[in-house]
């Protein structure tokens, strides 16, 4: 009886077990899978915490590579545009195998030949109804002109006006709401960043974007004498931003994507037969102030006119013509005659008056009236003020230039 009772007691606390480990097991498997998805979970939250960071650095870095610059140039890339230009080049050859005698000349005649060119340069939207400006050289005996647009598209280009002299021509293409550059009517700072966009090379049809160059202003004000395409430049912005062949038409913008200038020129070392050569890291830009008076008269349709004349003959005085005239020194110059009807004549000048002053300019000699006429960026129908010197008495004369006469 005993050993019954004591084997069922064994077989009771068997079962008993059993059903005791059958019920604990799922919570443990339980626990253990909860703890599992918590582990998971946990490295989800570090993995996305750390994509996180990381996105948030390359956009830290990315940021901090943007600065003035590349948003000016973002700003002004639409706007800049390749200017691709068919020329006729006329090139005169001397025959006359005597050289210049005069003799032989009417024998050999000079023989002048002309030459179909293409040519390439840059320029720049200034209104979103299609203005566009750019260098008169560029565009200068052009049969015809073609525009090539940020992106590539191409628009034939029509000659508004141009001014020779000053070296500025304005280009219509046809069209509406345009990207446009603003110009700067502030002056520029010595030493401020300034960006060089345009065409060199004609790089602007392969890549359909302007290229970029960048620098400092190194000084302004610059005055060259009338070159010998007969052009002169004043008050120019002189810059080391890289500017080379094909940038010519191109804007000189500072750091707020305002142009400030209008790429133009080079100092060059070294020339080929047609006055080109490579970057010496000297480059000059038409102020603003300049395009801006400029396009004013363009816009008319009108090309402005600087072939006028005085109707003056001078001469330089020597010292002993200055004592004859009861004068101190031989400065100043000594008209020698005055053309009848001419404005000269009109403006009351006399024959034997000497002419001290132009305008603001004291004139010692022919040469300084000369400089003073091209610094005055006179046109038909301006002004000029002459102090003149009459039987001892100074006297100031207005006289108004006139197309001159053929």
Known sequence: MLRTFLIGLILGGLVTAGWWYLREKPTHESTINTYTSFENSEKSNVAVSQSTEKKEIQESIYESRRNAITKAVEIASPAVVGVNVIQVRERIINRNPFFNDPFFSEFFPPEIIRQRIESIGSGFIISEDGYILTCDHVVENATEILVTLYGGKQEKAEVVGTDRVSDIALLKIDGKNFPYLELDRDPPIVGEWVIAMGNPFGLFNNNVKPSVSVGVVSTTGQDFERNREGRIYRDMIQTDAAINSGNSGGPLLNSLGKVIGMNTMIYTPVQNLQGVGPSAGVGFAIPSYRLISTVNVLKKG?????????????????????????????????????????????????????????????????????????????????????????????????????????
């Open 302 to 406: 009108k090309s402005l006119n600087r072939d006028f004349y005085t109707g003056l003959r001078v001469q330089n005085l020597d010292l002993q013509l200055a004592r004859s005239l009861g004068l101190k020194s031989a400065k100043g110059i000594i008209v020698v005659d005055v053309e009848r009807g001419s404005p000269a004549a009109k403006a009351g000048v006399k024959t034997a008056d000497v002419i001290l002053a132009l305008d603001d300019y004291e004139i010692e000699d022919v040469p300084s009236l000369r400089r003073a006429l091209d610094r005055l960026d006179l046109k038909v129908g301006d002004i000029i003020r002459l102090k003149i010197l009459r039987d001892g008495k100074q006297l100031n004369v207005q006289l108004r230039l006139e197309a001159y006469k053929r």
